[in-house]
């Protein structure tokens, strides 16, 4: 569903990411691991049109997506829960989902419908639909910046460090939710600190370290390459 070819990204004139290649199959959830600074982020960025490359390619779908804003790249399929969630805190649970729509552009009974989809999937929001984001958890936060990001019935979803300070029961929840959003037909591109938890959920694996791919493959033969984790991860497992 997805290609990176020879990605290079640079922040002013220092280079970031050198040459990435990488690939997401359809219908699988595949991870993005790496110590922190090792570009994970950017490469998400990249792909949502929120940073220019310097060189490479990035095809969607066969589709060359390198170049077209975020909005139009939004329209095509992707969709990206960045990190630290970001929800809008003055609007309400209801609005920031209504927002997950803005480029899509949907009727009435359109919106209603995936918004209760969302609450479906996440019933706590719709206990809290009519509460200010601000005001809210952040498990809670993180379960509406998902739900979000599904409102614009993405065939990818993009997840960055969904497990990020919260608690474990609700680390669980999430991770629980991923997998059914998976299992509904949603491709699933994943950064995420805790390595261990990702590799059990996750069908491929990539290991990241200053900007370039050191390892890469099914998740469960990653796993097993104990040595290579503890050198890249910082003894994450």
């Given amino acids: 569903m997805l290609k990176i070819y020879e990605l290079t990204v640079a922040y002013s004139t220092v280079p970031v990411l050198h040459g990435i290649d990488l690939e997401v199959p359809q219908n699988k959830i595949v991870a ?14 990249s792909i949502s049109g929120l940073i220019k490359p310097i060189s490479g390619r990035i095809e969607f779908c066969g589709q060359s997506i390198a170049g077209l804003r975020p909005d139009e790249i939004v329209k ?17 649970v209801a609005d920031n989902l209504k927002i997950g729509t803005y480029s899509r552009k949907y009727s009435k009974n359109k919106l209603k419908a995936n918004m209760e989809k969302a609450y479906e999937l996440f019933p706590r929001l719709a206990e809290r639909r009519n509460q200010l984001a601000g005001t809210m958890s952040g498990g809670e936060q993180q379960m509406l910046a998902i739900a979000r990001a599904i409102m614009s019935e993405p065939r ?10 919260l608690a474990p029961v609700i ?5 629980d939710k991923i997998k059914e959003i998976n299992e509904q037909g949603t491709t699933i591109l994943l950064i995420e600190q805790n390595a261990e938890l990702a590799l059990a959920i996750s069908d491929y694996a990539y290991v990241m370290s200053v900007g370039e791919l050191v390892l890469s493959g099914e998740s469960r033969e990653v796993a097993k390459d104990k040595s290579m984790l503890d050198a890249y991860l910082g003894g994450e497992k």
Avoid at 156 to 165: A, F, N, R
């Fill in 32 to 45: 993005l691991l790496g110590a922190n600074g090792a570009g994970k982020s950017t490469i998400l960025k």
């Fill in 156 to 165: 990818l979803l993009m997840l960055d460090e969904p497990s990020l300070g």
């Fill in 171 to 175: 680390v669980d929840l999430i991770m």
């Fill in 76 to 92: 095509l399929g992707v969709a990206h829960v960045p990190e630290g969630r970001l929800v809008f805190p003055g609007l309400t």
